[in-house]
């Protein structure tokens, strides 16, 4: 029987990913660029989106995502995304 290795991340326990998005006139088109990314990179740490100007906190308690150098780069990348920490 083969043993499978389930460590998804380094990390022992989930980490919670929150994406700071400017409050741009196009915030909405942001947030669903931002939300297909951490869809994309499949894994354990839950995932919010902030507006901190408008006052906008948006979780997605259905939905995770796998926080990573790759993950960092990818949404550093889209236009508005102010920062990318793990809590």
Do not use: C
Not at 23 to 32: E, G, K, M, T, V
């Amino acid at each position: 029987s083969q043993s499978l290795n389930l460590s998804v991340s380094q990390s022992p326990q989930p980490r919670h990913v929150v994406i700071e998005i400017a409050a741009a006139s196009n915030w909405r088109d942001i947030i669903r660029q931002v939300h297909r990314i951490a869809s994309q990179h499949h894994g354990p740490d839950p995932f919010t989106l902030t507006i901190p100007e408008k006052g906008h906190r948006m979780t997605f308690p259905n939905q995770s995502t796998h926080y990573s150098p790759e993950l960092v780069t990818a949404l550093r990348q889209v236009p508005g995304v102010k920062n990318v920490v793990a809590e």
